[in-house]
């Protein structure tokens, strides 16, 4: 005879029996219901876990080619800039030299210009036509070595221009590296926390909502008795209407709940 014939026909005995069964297989029925939410639950709390993972990792490898990026703009322009100021510097050496030959030049054709004209007036041979080509000659050497100096001043400006350009922008990349460095680091530990929360929230959730399932069994298992002894001998009327009662309070004790067991970072 089945539980609901026991119910509906059985006597005062056979209807304590019957509720007590059927309170007993509805207690089970909520621990299985609890242990299948529960293992859905962690097969849905495994995937949020591998999702953390997958983001984070994808969050370090985008800031890492940020950040080559960043090492690979700084290096280009160090070498342009490195580039452009040997050209600059070459250029000015190339100058100096040229000017130099040019005065070396003026300097000799000045010479060979006054020793010319100490033949023709015969002043070649003497003392004082030797010391006016001397002197040009000592004039040419004092302008080229005023010249060196120029050039020295200026190219040891150049030199200290592009030391102190360079380590500018070495500086430069390495503050912006350092609060890429920073930015990153703070980035994996929110994320890293947020999700860890989400997950420590659902499993929380989880294993909330299970011991309320099992707790519901318990309930109206525990329902089921106190009230068997009045029913027992009553019709099926109000025994229908002791198990909805019983029943249908579940819904709003446990499944109020299910919506708020998973909740995405920063929601």
Request: net charge positive; hydrophobic share 35%.
């Amino acid at each position: 005879m089945s539980v609901f014939s026991e119910l509906l026909s059985g006597g005062a005995g056979a209807r304590r029996r019957a509720l007590g069964r059927v309170g007993k297989q509805m207690r089970e029925e909520f621990t299985n219901l609890g242990q299948q939410y529960r293992a859905d639950a962690t097969t849905i709390i495994d995937q949020f876990t591998r999702e953390r993972t997958a983001n984070i990792g994808l969050f370090r490898e985008q800031m890492g080619r940020a950040q080559a990026d960043y090492t690979r703009y700084f290096d280009e322009a160090r070498t342009q800039y490195a580039a452009g100021m040997e050209r600059a510097i070459g250029e000015m050496r190339t100058g100096r030299d040229a000017t130099i030959q040019m005065m070396r030049q003026q300097t000799e054709a000045q010479q060979r210009a006054a020793t010319s004209r100490a033949a023709f007036t015969g002043l070649g041979q003497t003392t004082f036509g030797q010391q006016r080509i001397e002197g040009i000659g000592t004039q040419g050497a004092l302008r080229e070595a005023a010249l060196r100096e120029q050039y020295a001043s200026q190219l040891s400006a150049l030199e200290a221009q592009r030391a102190s350009g360079m380590s500018t922008l070495s500086a430069q990349m390495g503050q912006g590296l350092g609060a890429m460095g920073q930015a990153q680091a703070a980035g994996m530990s929110s994320m890293y926390q947020q999700y860890s929360q989400g997950i420590a929230s659902a499993q929380q959730t989880a294993l909330n909502n299970q011991y309320a399932m099992i707790q519901q069994g318990l309930n109206i298992q525990s329902g089921f008795r106190g009230q068997a002894a009045q029913l027992a001998g009553a019709s099926w009327g109000p025994l229908g209407q002791m198990v909805g009662s019983v029943v249908g309070g579940f819904t709003g004790s446990v499944g109020s709940n299910l919506g708020n067991a998973f909740v995405p970072p920063g929601g």
